[in-house]
């Protein structure tokens, strides 16, 4: 059967369908004021690829995850400036969880994979994780356990 | 939470800056109108007198590419000419154009078009000859209603051999009042 292609919209109508809700949860994150860089780096981040997205279906998860991980990166940094001035960290003997849940759940549909990366890799609440992708709390964590079931059978997780 | 007007803005500078749209654009305002202007990294690509740009860009999305995106920054060099030239301040326009997504007969006529010296006026019969197809007055007239960047590529110095003004895909109105600009009719 063949499935309708959603076609992806001009930037400009993606940008302002997804700018409030992105900077809002930006805020959240970070704090006002560290959110405005952070915007720009996750608006920018998505231009970059944008040009190589094959469809328009779940662009508001696919921002959201560019953003969680601006965020994570941006507050990564801010440790660092700070741990900075006083001593050198602890060296770190393994890739960050959301590194290795990126990878892992490439293969898992949009949602799932949204849902699984940005409960399990960047621990937000089911709450605002529903939020981000337009939908609830609810809808949220069973996109989560299916997704996290999805992967245990094709990856052979315990 | 709503973004401010000026982080939208500085967004808008920076993916300009960056080189990574396709397209930006911007709206101009203009003595005979305001303006849709949009330009790609290889140059001036559309000018509009349509005051819902909505369609354009969706059209410039399928045809360039999809990274279109309102940037005052993309156009502003095209801006800064375009008042000059309605401030009677310049005459010839420097920008590079891209004709890209013309087809072949299309570009053929507006690279004659630009040659159409500022004030002065020509025929669809002699620019189809100057094109090198002396019998295509009509087909001119097409190319010359769908011209993608008017103004710059100055199809309204383009009149009927009577000297009628004949149309203007952006109204009469607004040729009458480019030629009167230019001097070429008093």
């Not at chain 1, 490439?106 to 605002?128: I, T």
């Not at chain 2, 570009?107 to 020509?122: A, D, N, S």
């Amino acid at each position: 059967m063949m499935e309708a292609v959603a076609t992806i919209p001009p930037f400009e109508s993606f940008y302002v369908e997804h700018r409030d809700a992105v900077f809002g949860f930006l805020a959240r994150r970070l704090g006002r004021t560290a959110a405005e860089d952070a915007f720009q780096e996750t608006f920018l981040r998505a231009l970059r690829a944008y040009a190589r997205l094959e469809h328009g279906r779940h662009l508001r998860a696919w921002i959201f995850t560019i953003a969680a991980r601006v965020a994570i990166d941006t507050a990564q940094r801010k440790r660092r400036d700070d741990v900075a001035l006083e001593e050198e960290p602890a060296s770190e003997d393994s890739r960050p969880a959301y590194l290795e849940l990126e990878h892992l759940a490439e293969e898992l549909p949009p949602a799932e994979r949204a849902a699984v990366v940005l409960r399990y890799g960047y621990d937000l609440p089911y709450a605002e994780i529903g939020a981000a992708l337009g939908s609830s709390a609810d809808a949220a964590r069973q996109a989560a356990s299916s997704g996290i079931r999805r992967l245990r059978r094709t990856e052979g997780l315990a | 939470m709503k973004v401010t007007a000026e982080l939208d803005r500085r967004f808008r500078d920076a993916a300009a800056a960056a080189g990574d749209l396709d397209v930006g654009y911007d709206m101009v305002d203009t003595p005979i109108g305001g303006l849709f202007v949009a330009a790609t990294p290889a140059g001036l690509c559309r000018i509009s007198y349509d005051p819902e740009p909505e369609r354009i860009v969706e059209n410039l999305a399928r045809t360039v590419g999809v990274r279109v995106l309102r940037s005052p920054r993309a156009v502003d060099e095209t801006r800064r000419q375009l008042d000059e030239y309605f401030e009677h301040r310049r005459t010839d326009f420097d920008l590079d154009i891209d004709l890209r997504v013309a087809a072949v007969f299309s570009r053929r006529v507006l690279e004659e078009l630009v040659r159409v010296p500022y004030g002065k006026v020509t025929t669809y019969g002699e620019l189809a000859r100057r094109a090198e197809h002396p019998r295509a007055a009509r087909a001119v007239g097409t190319v010359m209603n769908r011209n993608p960047i008017p103004i710059v590529l100055p199809c309204h110095r383009v009149v009927g051999s009577s000297g009628s003004l004949t149309g203007y895909g952006g109204g009469l109105d607004r040729k009458e009042a480019l030629l009167r600009l230019e001097g070429a009719i008093l």
